[in-house]
C-alpha cells in the first residue's frame, strides 16, 4: 500500500471512531499526537480506537488527544482534516443534532476544565504553545549544526561547512522574533507587532545605546526579554483598542504599541532578562558542576512526576535559554533518562508476566518507541496501571541521571543541541564540550544505566504477591483490545497517579497533556 493510501486509511479508520465528522470542532496536531476537539465525548470508542494499527494510544485533556508517533501524525492529520471537511458536507442535514451535540460538549468540557484547570497550568501551558512549534525547527538546525561540528572536525568539505554554519545559525539568532510572534498570538494580541517588539532584541544596531550604566548587546536578554516584551505589547495594544477612536485606530494603535513596549524593552527588559538569562545558566553549570550526581538522580528520577503535574512545561523557556546562551542544554540528555527507566520497567515486566499475552503484546508493540523516547504507549498501558512500575521506573531513571550528571561534575558537560526528542532520537543532537565521542560515550552510558536500573528495580521489587497473582495468568482478550492497548485514556504527561486496572489497558483520567 503507497504511504497516501496507508494515511488516508488509518485517517478513515479513525474518523467514525470518534463520532464522526459532526462530532470534530477543532483539529490539531503536535510532534506525535492528533488533538481533536469533540462535541461528544461519549461518542468515541476508545477500546476500538486503540485497536486500529497505526494508534499508540489514546490520550484525553482539554482536547481528545490519539497518540501516532513523530512522522506518522503529520502526514496523517491533512488526510483526516480532509475526510472530516467533506463529511460534513454530506452532513449538512444534521445541522440541529450537531447544534445539540456542541451544547453537550461544551457543558462536559467545562466540568473537566473547572476540576482540573488551575490558573498556573494554564499559564504554563501558554508557555508550552508559545515554544512547542519552535521545535521542529531547532530539531533540524540542531541536527545541521551538528553534522558541520563534524565536517568541521574532520576537515572534510570546508567549501560546504560555511553554508551549513548559516543554516544551523540563522533561526537561533532571530528565535526572540519567532518567540514573540507566538506570545502575541498566544496572549491574545496581534502577532506581528509581537514580532516586531521581539525584534529590538536582536537588532545590531542596540550596540549604541546604553542602559543601567551598560552598553547593550544584540540578544541582550534572548527568548525570555522576547517573551517578556511581547506580553508587554499585548497589554499596551489592549489599552490602546479601547481608548483609542475607531477612525485612528489602524495609525495610532500600532504605533504606540511598539513604541511603548520598544522604549521599555531598550531600557529595561533588556537588561532585566540578560541578567536573569545569565544566572540561568550560572545555576545549570553550578548544579552540575557541584552536585552533578545528586542533582542528576533527584532530575532523572523525579522527571516523570512532574510531566504529569504538568510542570514540565516551566523547563522549556530555561532549555531554550541555555541552548541560546551556550549552544546546548545539559538538562535534557538528564532528564531523558527517565525514559530509559521506563525501557528497563517494561521489559521487566515483560519477564515477570509470561502468561498475560496481552500485556506482554503491547508491550512489544510500544517498545521500539519507547527506545526512540516516545513514552505515552509504555507509561499509559504498562507501567502506570500497574502501580508499582511506575515508580520502579522513576528509580531507573534517577540512576541514569545520577549517572550523567556525575559526568558533568568531572567535567565532562553533555547536552543537547535542541528540545523534543529523547532516547536514541536524541544521538543526533548530541553536543558537549570534550568531544563529540565522549559524549555519545557518556549519553549511551546513561541510558544503559538506566535501562539495567529499572529492570532491576522492577523485576525485584515492581511486584507484590497479589498483583502478580492478578495479572500473571493466561488472557485471550477481545479482538478489539489486543493489538493497541497501550495507552490509558489519560492524559499524555499528564498529572496524577494512574490506578486503573486491567491488562495494561486503562488508567484514571488525567489533566495536562503535553
Not at 468515541?44 to 485497536?51: G, I, R
Not at 570546508?158 to 506570545?183: D, E
Not at 536582536?202 to 546604553?210: E, Q, R, T
Not at 553533555?414 to 526528542?421: F, M
Request: glycine share 14%.
Amino acid at each position: 500500500m503507497a504511504t497516501e493510501d496507508k494515511n488516508r486509511a488509518t485517517a478513515a479508520a479513525i474518523l467514525p471512531l470518534v463520532g464522526g465528522a459532526a462530532n470534530v470542532s477543532s483539529i490539531a496536531h503536535c510532534m506525535t499526537r492528533l488533538r481533536l476537539g469533540l462535541h461528544d465525548r461519549s461518542l468515541v470508542d476508545d477500546e476500538a480506537l486503540k485497536a486500529v494499527p497505526a494508534v499508540m494510544g489514546v490520550v484525553e485533556d482539554d482536547t481528545y488527544q490519539i497518540v501516532l508517533g513523530p512522522g506518522t501524525v503529520a502526514r496523517v492529520t491533512p488526510e483526516f482534516e480532509q475526510l472530516v471537511e467533506e463529511g460534513r458536507s454530506s452532513e449538512a442535514h444534521v445541522v440541529h443534532t450537531a447544534e445539540e451535540l456542541a451544547d453537550k460538549g461544551a457543558a462536559l468540557k467545562a466540568q473537566r476544565k473547572a476540576k482540573n484547570a488551575t490558573p498556573f497550568k494554564l499559564f504554563l501551558r501558554k508557555i508550552a504553545n508559545i515554544f512547542v512549534p519552535l521545535i521542529p525547527a531547532l530539531i533540524g538546525c540542531g541536527i545541521i549544526a551538528g553534522l558541520n561540528g563534524l565536517l568541521v572536525n574532520l576537515g572534510w568539505l570546508p567549501s560546504v561547512t560555511p553554508a551549513l554554519a548559516a543554516m544551523a545559525s540563522g533561526f537561533m539568532a532571530l528565535i526572540a522574533v519567532f518567540v514573540g510572534y507566538n506570545t502575541a498570538k498566544e496572549f491574545g494580541g496581534t502577532p506581528i507587532l509581537g514580532g516586531a517588539v521581539a525584534a529590538i532584541i536582536v537588532f545590531p544596531g542596540v550596540a549604541n545605546i546604553d542602559a543601567f550604566g551598560q552598553t547593550l548587546a544584540p540578544g541582550q536578554g534572548g527568548v525570555l526579554g522576547a517573551l517578556g516584551a511581547a506580553v508587554l505589547a499585548v497589554y499596551v495594544e489592549k489599552w490602546c483598542r479601547r481608548w483609542v477612536p475607531e477612525a485612528l485606530d489602524v495609525l495610532v494603535t500600532p504605533t504606540l504599541t511598539v513604541l511603548i513596549s520598544g522604549l521599555v524593552t531598550i531600557f529595561g527588559l533588556m537588561y532585566v532578562a540578560g541578567e536573569v538569562s545569565t544566572a540561568i545558566g550560572t545555576f545549570a553549570d553550578w548544579l552540575l558542576s557541584t552536585g552533578g550526581a545528586g542533582a542528576g538522580f533527584l532530575l532523572g528520577g523525579f522527571f516523570l512526576p512532574l510531566v504529569m503535574l504538568g510542570l514540565h512545561q516551566a523547563l522549556i523557556p530555561i532549555h531554550t535559554t541555555l541552548i541560546e546562551q551556550q549552544g546546548f542544554t545539559v538538562l535534557l540528555p538528564i532528564l531523558a533518562m527517565a525514559g530509559a527507566g521506563q525501557v528497563g520497567a517494561a521489559a521487566a515486566v515483560y519477564l515477570r508476566l509470561p502468561r498475560n499475552e496481552s500485556i506482554r503484546k503491547t508491550i512489544r508493540s510500544a517498545m521500539p518507541a519507547g527506545l526512540l523516547g516516545v513514552g505515552e504507549p509504555l507509561i499509559y498501558g504498562v507501567s502506570l496501571p500497574l502501580g508499582r512500575p511506575f515508580i520502579t521506573a522513576c528509580v531507573g531513571g534517577a540512576f541514569g541521571g545520577g549517572f550523567v550528571g556525575l559526568f558533568n561534575q568531572l567535567g565532562d558537560s553533555v547536552g543537547s543541541t535542541a528540545i523534543g526528542p529523547s532516547g536514541w532520537a536524541l544521538f543526533p543532537l548530541l553536543d558537549g564540550n570534550h568531544g563529540l565521542g565522549s559524549t555519545i560515550a557518556i549519553y549511551a552510558g546513561g541510558l544503559l544505566v538506566g535501562y539495567v536500573a529499572g529492570f532491576v528495580a522492577t523485576y525485584f521489587f515492581g511486584f507484590s504477591k497479589s498483583l502478580l497473582a492478578e495479572f500473571n495468568v493466561s488472557q485471550e482478550p477481545a479482538p478489539s483490545t489486543v493489538a493497541n492497548t497501550g495507552a490509558a485514556t489519560g492524559s499524555g504527561s499528564g498529572t496524577g497517579p494512574g490506578t486503573g486496572t486491567g491488562t495494561g489497558g486503562t488508567s484514571t483520567k488525567e489533566p495536562a497533556g503535553v
